[in-house]
């Protein structure tokens, strides 16, 4: 009965939070409900961003991920904190916060219960949230699970010894380490605007498949491995040596070795190309708080109920910038984040790390504090940080991170 009292509450704060006008929700669709866009304007028309968000999977063919048969269960907090922090000089509160930024869900989590759980526009728990380039991180986990079986023998194997149709091409003949990196040296511009290389990408792979896609770009313009260059067609290869090496598709080896394992609590799904395959650098949908456990599991090191899930090494590898090389490293690969294995890492000597997609889609880790923060979001551009979110976003995190410290080190 106390369970069902906490959870009762805690549905009620949703709700009531839920009641007041969100940012922007008539702009993004709500006198008509929210509605689903078309294939077409699927990102481009606000009107139809957050019902496109939460049900991509109806516009395109997909591979579900079945969830767990168990799935593992959060603790949950009595009443949610009064959570605090500070923003161009004034303070704020969660409410302020989901005042100011289109967040559609809002999820915080300290050692393995929620503290936060919130909703806007009609969203509910059972949505599934689009991750957007969130899913390059679980494509690169991924490739650790392969390379811990010993279906890919080392990182610094080229593409092509596991995708022979790209032999002669330029991303054939670059290792898988450096497409983990974004740092192939190839020709790719990125930059959401519906006229670049990945609208031409995502185009091709819509319509002719991703190896054909992968085929039509490859022109080099600097030596592999020197420096990082966001592009999202190395995660779409990742994903491509990933179906090879394991003879499983994208999805189906992600449920085995991890959605599974990890407890999740609902379906997720995974948009495919005309050929049935993954697109390895986005299209992965999946409810807030499953996306919850997967910052837990990564906060915990891969760790779940004394068992380790995740590959320990590479996981550490892939989100520690102290183990990559300099150009790599937070101030160096951008002027803010560093860059692991397709998962952004912090400055500051303190491992933390961050799964990001466009429009606002963020999941951030800190391993030492076991807190988590995950947002899924409609936020007005591609690139938050043309807006106030992102600014706004992280000084929630850090005074939410600080303050998971604190309270650690009073205790102990």
């Known amino acids: 009965m106390h369970n069902i009292a906490i959870l009762s509450l805690a549905i009620?704060?949703?709700?009531?939070?839920?009641?007041?006008?969100?940012?922007?929700?008539?702009?993004?669709?709500k006198e008509q409900g929210y509605p689903v866009g078309t294939q077409?304007?699927?990102f481009a028309n606000e009107a139809t961003r957050v019902g496109t968000f939460t049900h991509i999977d109806s516009l395109w063919p997909h591979h579900t991920l079945a969830k767990a048969a168990e799935p593992s269960v959060f603790k949950r907090a009595a009443m949610e904190p009064p959570l605090r922090y500070r923003f161009e000089g004034k303070d704020y509160t969660v409410d302020d916060y989901l005042q100011h930024q289109r967040a559609m869900g809002l999820l915080i989590i300290r050692d393995g219960k929620i503290l936060v759980e919130r909703y806007q526009y009609a969203r509910r728990p059972e949505d599934r949230f689009l991750s957007n380039s969130m899913a390059k991180s679980i494509t690169s986990l991924g490739i650790g699970f392969a390379l811990e079986d010993g279906k890919i023998a080392s990182l610094d194997d080229k593409v092509a010894h596991y995708v022979p149709e790209l032999r002669g091409n330029a991303y054939g003949d670059t290792t898988i380490r450096d497409?983990?990196?974004?740092s192939s040296g190839l020709k790719f511009e990125e930059n959401y605007n519906g006229k670049s290389d990945d609208a031409r990408f995502?185009?091709?792979?819509?319509?002719?498949?991703?190896?054909?896609a992968v085929k039509a770009f490859g022109d080099r313009e600097a030596a592999a491995g020197t420096h990082f260059h966001y592009a999202s067609i190395e995660s779409v290869t990742l994903g491509l040596v990933l179906a090879h090496a394991t003879g499983k598709s994208l999805s189906a080896y992600v449920e085995q070795k991890l959605w599974q394992p990890m407890g999740a609590e609902?379906?997720?799904?995974?948009?495919?190309?005309?050929?049935?395959?993954?697109?390895g650098s986005g299209h992965f949908s999946a409810t807030l708080r499953d996306y919850g456990?997967?910052?837990m599991l990564l906060a915990n090191d891969g760790e779940l109920n004394g068992k380790q899930i995740l590959p320990k090494s590479y996981l550490l590898e892939a989100t520690d910038w102290h183990l990559q090389p300099l150009t790599f490293s937070p101030g160096q690969a951008t002027p803010y984040y560093g860059y692991g294995y397709q998962f952004w890492t912090f400055p500051g000597e303190r491992r933390r790390f961050a799964l990001l997609g466009i429009y606002g889609q963020v999941i951030y880790v800190d391993p030492a504090s076991k807190t988590v923060l995950v947002q899924t979001a409609a936020a007005k551009h591609a690139k938050i940080g043309e807006e106030s979110m992102a600014k706004e976003l992280h000084a929630l995190w850090d005074a939410v991170d600080n303050q998971a410290l604190a309270m650690s080190a009073s205790t102990q």
Do not use: C, Y
């Not at 497409?179 to 974004?182: A, K, P």
């Not at 995502?202 to 054909?212: D, V």
């Open 12 to 29: 009620v704060l949703s709700i009531s939070a839920a009641a007041e006008a969100a940012p922007d929700e008539v702009l993004l669709g």
């Open 40 to 42: 077409n304007t699927s």
């Open 179 to 182: 497409l983990l990196r974004m």
């Open 202 to 212: 995502f185009q091709l792979a819509t319509k002719q498949g991703t190896i054909a």
């Open 266 to 279: 609902a379906d997720a799904t995974w948009v495919v190309d005309p050929h049935d395959m993954e697109i």
């Open 293 to 295: 456990r997967l910052g």
